[in-house]
């Protein structure tokens, strides 16, 4: 761990971020991966019906983010808010349990569970506060640290949860964890998290709704957006594929499946925390430029992969390509509007969003034009793209800041 993120931990903001960063991740990796599961075999949601329901869910996410990101830089408190939506996760997941019928499912996915996904946007912008007094390349030492908080909760908490409910005939209770784990987290925020400004007050005039939503969609702000969103789609593509290649072309098993999910969701763990270090380095561009080309690497030969043991050799790569796709590019969008730092984080959720739709139509070209391993290269492609476009954007900046 580096010493940066060894001094910042003793800052009381800074560490109880990365508890509540944590109980956030375990709240998502209790669930997601049996989400589709209790909607559709459990409640009996048709699958057309639960793929809409996704995507919208999707979509009321990101416009929440948005806006609690907006009112937060307004009002200059993130701890009042974070405790808003994480009582909406403990009763949108608690409803869920309580009350298991396709209304109480459709109510939380679409109302209180895209409320409660706006916390991780709120306490990267907490960090991002408590972090402005440190030079750039220690705070995002400190940002990859807090996400290797909830990388760490998605390795121990979906195998652990399926082990304990697999007896039971029924992944339900696992809402109930995931209200607990909000529960927690309620308790986290408000016993151990201080107060603190967001932004200075006086700047509160220029904060509305409108000019913060033109700042998002302002050229400068969303051809960048669009760049790391193509970068980031090729994590979507390979969460589609994988499997597919790994029980087709490759000849493997579910249990494979498992074990490589595994293994890389470990890697990624350390190998977040070892880019926080190239990252003294190397600037962000720079650093994502790395990562997205190893990733690249990684999806090409994936493609060509047919013994499992290909896919068991590439878990290295990809963990380290991976590790740089999800932790550089926190910092990247936080420093796009970095005088705002709820609005620029809520640009991590815009992100996941376009990335998340990016790699919807990706995975629908690939597999009309192509099979699987073709829409791996495919993806591929579109991080090739990405990268070229964040390199034509930004390499001229890159170039001036690294010149003596």
């Known amino acids: 761990m580096s010493s940066s993120l060894l001094f910042a931990m003793r800052d009381p903001v800074i560490r109880a971020s990365v508890l509540a960063i944590f109980l956030f991740g375990f709240s998502g990796a209790a669930t997601s991966p049996y989400q589709s599961v209790v909607g559709i075999a459990e409640l009996g949601l048709s699958d057309g019906f639960y793929s809409a329901l996704i995507f919208i869910a999707a979509l009321v996410n990101v416009t929440v983010s948005v806006t609690v990101g907006i009112v937060a830089d307004r009002v200059g408190n993130y701890r009042t808010l974070m405790l808003a939506v994480i009582l909406?996760?403990?009763?949108?997941?608690?409803?869920?349990?309580?009350l298991p019928t396709k209304t109480s499912f459709v109510i939380a996915m679409l109302l209180l569970l895209p409320v409660h996904g706006a916390l991780n946007s709120l306490?990267?912008?907490?960090?991002?506060?408590?972090?402005?007094g440190m030079v750039g390349k220690d705070a995002a030492a400190v940002n990859s640290g807090v996400r290797a908080a909830i990388s760490l909760s998605w390795v121990l908490v979906p195998g652990l949860v399926g082990f304990v409910l697999s007896a039971r005939g029924s992944m339900l209770p696992a809402y109930l964890l995931a209200s607990l784990g909000c529960i927690g987290n309620l308790l986290l925020i408000f016993f151990l998290l201080p107060a603190r400004s967001g932004v200075d007050p006086i700047l509160s005039k220029r904060l509305s709704y409108l000019a913060s939503l033109a700042e998002i969609l302002s050229p400068r702000v969303l051809a960048r957006l669009v760049a790391v969103a193509l970068i980031c789609s090729t994590l979507h593509v390979n969460a589609a594929v994988l499997p597919l290649i790994v029980t087709g072309a490759a000849g493997g098993s579910a249990t494979d499946i498992g074990i490589v999910v595994g293994v890389v969701a470990l890697l990624e763990v350390v190998f977040i925390l070892v880019w926080g270090r190239i990252q003294y380095r190397l600037s962000h561009i720079d650093a994502l430029a790395l990562g997205t080309a190893i990733y690249v690497v990684y999806m090409a030969l994936l493609g060509f992969s047919s013994r499992p043991w290909h896919i068991y050799a590439l878990t290295l790569i990809s963990g380290f390509g991976a590790a740089a796709l999800i932790s550089i590019p926190i910092t990247y969008l936080q420093d796009l509007i970095a005088d705002r730092p709820g609005l620029g984080s809520s640009l991590i959720a815009v992100n996941i969003f376009l990335g998340g739709a990016l790699s919807a139509a990706l995975f629908a070209l690939g597999t009309r034009i192509s099979d699987y391993s073709g829409t791996a290269l495919l993806g591929a492609a579109a991080g090739i793209v990405g990268c070229a476009l964040l390199l034509f954007l930004d390499g001229a900046r890159r170039r001036a800041v690294s010149m003596p």
């Open 88 to 98: 909406s996760g403990a009763v949108g997941y608690g409803l869920v349990y309580a």
């Open 123 to 132: 306490l990267f912008a907490n960090v991002r506060t408590a972090a402005n």
